[in-house]
């Protein structure tokens, strides 16, 4: 589990917890996780260690944010339902709609909880492909695998965006915004520092984002 995720105060997991890649690397470069934000510095924590593999440092990291939005979405579960949220959305511009390629081809309007779930079950079967996850130590990565951790990355950012969007009032009522905001901060961080998505996705977080940026 990261930094983040022992310092919640409400842990209800919506999903159980992936670990790291297996093998020395992947628990070598965990701990390099752990390590560097305890000390608090989140801009050196998303940094591409000296000597590392960059698709290993990618896919370490994946898991780690995989199980920060998994267990921020799990303190909302029963406040985000097909009731309360009948689209997924971030605000009245921006609206989500799923497609996973394989079984829904076509984008399909759904509720918000029914889209993270998708989600959350399209992210667990990438992790769990070993030819795109590969487990064992050495093992090569595919060429599309920075492509797949870019639409991962992308539609984690959706939950957040969600998440700000609707359900920041219930954030504070919980005491959880600080949690949130250090969650995206480092999220947003290690997204630009290797180009994972497009600027126009953040669009609709622009107003936390730009301060991020400018190191604020």
Known sequence: MSFFARGSRNQRTFRPKKSAPSGNKGMQLKRHIDATLGNGNLREAVR??????????????T????????????????????????????????????????????????????YVEYLMDWIEAQLDDENTFPQKLGAPFPPN????????????????AHIYHSHFQIIMKLKEEAHLNTCFKHFTLFT???????????????ELIDPIILGC
């Not at 591409?48 to 990291?61: K, M, T």
């Not at 695998?145 to 957040?160: C, E, S």
């Open 48 to 61: 591409l260690p000296i000597g590392e593999d960059l698709n290993e440092w990618l896919a370490v990291n």
């Open 63 to 114: 898991v780690d944010f995989f199980n920060q939005v998994n267990i921020l979405y799990g303190t909302l579960m029963e406040f985000c339902t097909p009731a309360t949220c009948p689209t997924m959305s971030a605000g009245p511009k921006y609206e989500y709609r799923w497609a996973d390629g394989v079984k829904i081809k076509r984008p399909i309007e759904v509720s918000a909880p029914k």
């Open 145 to 160: 695998f920075r492509d797949v951790v870019k639409t991962i990355f992308k539609r984690l950012f959706r939950v957040y």
């Open 192 to 206: 630009l520092e290797f180009r994972l998505i497009d600027r126009a996705e953040l669009a609709p977080l622009s």
